[in-house]
């Protein structure tokens, strides 16, 4: 269990099986990543209460939290900044039941894939395969993300979703998450 944080990360790496059914891992997390990906979900509530006020401030929008992100082979990787993921979440199976996916990587062709995500119910980081939430595998929440990333909207079950804080070409944010949650938490006097 993180001391900063009342989460704990059970899975360190992103692993994807081959055609030969080896395991080779896509990218193991950096510890440094642990304390913001940790953060976000300890303080959850709190983003999900004011994401109409982190959709409409593009400093906001705009905080990179590393380990966030979208992988495709062939097709690259996507960092996800705060406010991408929580559309995601909101509009498409990035957020089911209690999982929060923050990291998905894996193959267009194929469908084999690799995620991580928080469980909400467990307060636990766990790891795996998207099934059975992706019951079409690695396109079925890729592909969304890389949509978002690129045009800035995407379909979900024959809905257009447009994103509130899009940009073509976005300025990262120079406010850290920590930065953005002491602006958030309300003030004790």
């Known amino acids: ?10 899975c360190d790496e992103l692993n994807i099986q081959n055609k030969n059914g080896k395991i080779q891992s896509i990218v193991t997390e950096p510890a440094q990543n642990k304390d913001f990906v ?15 006020i ?8 705009n905080i ?11 097709i690259g990787q996507r960092n996800l900044l705060l406010g991408d993921l929580m559309v995601l979440w909101e509009n498409t199976n990035w957020h089911s039941d209690d999982k ?3 990291s998905i990587v894996g193959s267009p062709l194929s469908g084999r894939n ?4 928080y469980n909400s119910k467990t307060k636990q980081f766990e790891g795996g395969p998207l099934e059975p939430i992706a019951k079409r595998g690695w396109g079925e929440l890729g592909f969304p ?5 690129q045009h800035g909207s995407f379909t979900v079950k024959d809905k257009r979703i447009v994103c509130p804080g899009w940009s073509a070409e976005p300025v990262v944010s120079k406010l850290t998450l920590f930065d953005l949650l002491d602006k958030l938490k309300p003030k004790q006097y």
């Open 114 to 117: 690799s995620a991580k995500w």
């Open 100 to 102: 929060y996916y923050y």
């Open 38 to 52: 940790g953060a976000v979900f300890a303080n959850l509530d709190l983003l999900l209460k004011n994401k109409d």
């Open 1 to 10: 269990m993180s001391k900063k944080h009342d989460v704990a990360f059970v």
């Open 64 to 74: 990179q939290i590393p380990g966030f992100f979208v992988g495709g082979i062939f």
């Open 54 to 61: 982190i959709y409409s401030h593009s400093e906001f929008y």
């Open 145 to 149: 993300a890389f949509n978002y990333k």
